[in-house]
């Protein structure tokens, strides 16, 4: 398999269920990404990986919880979220070489519904 | 504050060219990226802008002026399944890509 992976493709959850995102990438990348993307919004960076290390973490409610246990995975656990969280989440990857960040690639997302 | 801006949606005719054009305003710039976005599906890499000029790659070329922060992708002999979303993203001065809101293109027979 190649590219980079999302599981589930689709995801209804309940307001005070736990559930998790996987995305896997088997390009060999060291940087690894998730976004969110909401109709008609530009796509919203909510963490970034490098080296296995978060390296950004932009203002994302503490609900979402990111763990990045090798440079292959990267997984975004969910509690208590709220309707405003319906969205399409968005892993990608790419590799960063002395700061500098190659183009993305990105899995086919997880449509998330919160109900 | 960074801002990207292109235009919400087109419509162009199967055969046709269209242009989508996105202008920026960002603290630094390390490239500009376009890409494309089928709905219900991934993003993908069309093309990289980081010098001035244009970049052909097929029947889609990218073009850059970083004096004017306006960038535009060139679609040629349109075809039906070139319908998508097109991303406009810039990298900022640390890297960060900040995106558009991306332009919905439709094509009619």
């Known amino acids: 398999e190649t590219g980079v992976t999302q599981t589930p493709r689709h995801l209804v959850m309940g307001m005070t269920n736990k559930k998790s995102l996987k995305c896997e990438q088997h390009l060999g990348h060291n940087a690894m990404y998730w976004y969110k993307q909401s109709a008609k919004k530009p796509l919203e960076l909510m963490f970034v990986?490098?080296?296995?290390?978060?390296?950004e973490n932009n203002s994302v409610p503490s609900r979402f919880s990111p763990e990045c246990p090798n440079s292959s995975h990267l997984f975004l656990h969910l509690h208590t979220l709220q309707p405003e969280d319906s969205a399409l989440y968005l892993c990608a990857s790419s590799q960063e070489r002395g700061g500098v960040y190659t183009e993305a690639f990105f899995g086919q997302g997880t449509r998330l519904t919160v109900v | 504050g960074q801002n990207i801006d292109q235009p919400t949606e087109m419509t162009a005719t199967e055969g046709a060219i269209v242009q989508i054009n996105c202008t920026y305003q960002?603290?630094?710039?390390?490239?500009l990226f376009w890409y494309q976005q089928h709905a219900g599906e991934a993003p993908t890499f069309l093309s990289y802008?980081?010098l001035d000029g244009l970049e052909e790659k097929g029947r889609f070329s990218s073009f850059l002026s970083r004096s004017k922060g306006y960038s535009y992708l060139l679609l040629k002999e349109l075809q039906m399944k070139d319908s998508a979303s097109y991303l406009c993203?810039?990298?900022?001065?640390?890297?960060?890509?900040?995106w558009g809101a991306g332009t919905k293109l439709i094509i009619k027979p």
């Open positions: 802008n980081v």
């Open positions: 993203a810039v990298q900022d001065s640390n890297y960060q890509l900040i």
């Open positions: 960002t603290s630094g710039f390390n490239g």
């Open positions: 990986y490098s080296l296995e290390e978060r390296v």
